[in-house]
């Protein structure tokens, strides 16, 4: 009971994390259009954090602070901006109130996306000095590949090492954007083209060009669309672990710490291949590296444990649970620019994969403030001191992305004020005029229907689809043959 109780506290206090890291965000972007009105001797109706009628406010020095219902960011109410009633409700406005200068309206507009991305620097200087975990997986080897997978059908074997992806030189099966696992993702047009290198017989390597077609598993309609997927698993030690009781590992002698070299004559180079083969329930040669060095042989039978009898999903395997081996932790430190144009060739890397016709990654696959907080709150459940290091390094990503989004020259945005603000100066008057209303309104009714639809993609994904039962813990019987 007490360890469900402090686990029911410990997700509380995680969301609480999240939600907190959210609303920094977004007071320090209206902080800049807060200060920058002040500045400029703006009147400020409002400063409201989260959309909708106010669930909390509060009027200090003639601007009432609060915070809405709708958790969909923040804003400022500067009347004498831009009319944003449809967005920010209607506003109290005094009498004789003096238009702003076109160049007030710039400096405004702009201090929002200023301040995240001083925050961002603010963020990548802290995770500069304690470091961010890596969050990659190296080598480029395969692993295993169903004999029915695009790659397997297109040539690629076991063993292969993939040198490049269409063109794009690769070091790692996974992390920034630059594996194995996101070029396949992100890659466009009928054919994913993989340079490859392969394993002759005499220890060197042959360069081969081979293009493959690809998958999109189904999914649920209320989830997102799945990624591209060519079926390929990386190199993993095959390594024995714990070894059940009256299992067929026990009865085979095998030993924790033995390396799976080969399965009857048969190379593998991950787990999952070994897997695969055991579940077939016939007899198997395994090729075991030992610790020592040497090298032995033993033959296995699969089998099904006793407690999975005539359970949906049953299959033999050999008793034992795979060693992952000792896990060290990596940080780097690398510099705040460094982080900051890292982030900001990623949001750019995301946008053209948007647009590009021949891309699978569409607007769906944008998140909204469910998702983020999806992804932090996962971030903050890790431990071994990576999870705060991990969201450090995330709000870094999620500042730098704020700024760009709110700079964007379009309507509503704090880019669609400089724009007007500018034109205001060119032109020597106020852009103003029904077309302009209904622009504003049309691209407000646009912001929350995309919104509404990121959000729903976001709680479709949290939901997930059908879940295949879950088999228990194995157990064999000591007298199961």
């Not at 076109?102 to 961002?120: M, T, W």
């Not at 295993?144 to 397997?152: C, D, H, K, Q, T």
């Not at 610790?291 to 006793?306: M, N, S, V």
């Amino acid at each position: 009971m007490m360890d469900a109780v402090l686990s029911t506290l410990q997700t509380i206090g995680v969301i609480l994390l999240v939600i907190m890291f959210f609303n920094l965000m977004i007071f320090v972007h209206e902080l800049g259009h807060f200060l920058a009105g002040k500045w400029r001797g703006a009147y400020i109706d409002r400063f409201q954090i989260w959309f909708g009628t106010p669930i909390w406010s509060k009027t200090i020095n003639g601007v009432r602070w609060g915070i809405g219902w709708l958790p969909l960011g923040g804003f400022v109410s500067l009347p004498q901006l831009e009319d944003m009633q449809a967005v920010e409700g209607k506003a109290d406005m005094p009498q004789n109130l003096k238009p702003l200068k076109a160049i007030d309206k710039v400096i405004i507009a702009a201090a929002g996306p200023l301040f995240s991305l001083l925050l961002a620097y603010v963020f990548a200087f802290i995770v500069w000095g304690v470091g961010k975990p890596v969050a990659e997986v190296q080598g480029t080897r395969i692993g295993y590949l169903p004999p029915e997978s695009p790659a397997a059908e297109a040539g690629i074997l076991p063993g292969d090492r993939i040198l490049a992806i269409d063109g794009q030189p690769v070091i790692k099966w996974m992390g920034n954007m630059e594996g194995v696992r996101e070029l396949v993702a992100l890659s466009e047009g009928e054919k994913i083209h993989f340079t490859i290198a392969r394993l002759q017989a005499d220890g060197s390597e042959q360069t081969l060009e081979i293009a493959s077609g690809f998958r999109v598993p189904p999914t649920a309609w209320w989830q997102r669309s799945a990624l591209r997927q060519v079926g390929i698993l990386p190199e993993q030690p095959a390594v024995v672990g714990t070894i059940l009781p009256g299992s067929p590992a026990e009865k085979a002698g095998l030993q924790p710490g033995q390396k799976i070299t080969a399965v009857n004559g048969t190379a593998v180079y991950t787990p999952y291949a070994v897997m695969t083969v055991a579940e077939k329930g016939e007899p198997l040669q395994l090729t075991l590296a030992n610790a020592d060095g040497t090298t032995t042989t033993t033959t296995i039978a699969p089998a099904i444990p006793t407690n999975w009898q005539g359970k949906t999903g049953a299959h033999p395997i050999m008793g034992f649970n795979w060693s992952s081996g000792p896990t060290e932790i990596e940080f780097e430190h690398p510099n705040p620019q460094a982080q900051v144009t890292q982030s900001l060739r990623w949001m750019k890397e995301t946008l053209a994969k948007v647009c590009a016709p021949g891309s699978n990654i569409g607007m769906e696959h944008l998140s909204g403030p469910v998702g983020i907080g999806s992804y932090m709150y996962q971030m903050f459940q890790a431990g071994d001191g990576i999870g705060w290091r991990l969201v450090l390094w995330f709000a870094v990503v999620l500042n730098v992305n704020l700024a760009v989004l709110n700079i964007l020259p379009l309507p509503v945005v704090d880019g669609g004020h400089v724009v007007l603000g500018i034109a205001e100066m060119l032109r020597g008057k106020p852009v103003s005029g029904k077309f302009l209303d209904w622009i504003m309104n049309g691209f407000v009714m646009l912001l929350l229907f995309f919104f509404v639809f990121v959000t729903f993609k976001d709680v479709g994904d949290l939901v997930g689809g059908d879940e295949a039962e879950t088999l228990p813990e194995p157990v064999f019987s000591a007298t199961q043959p």
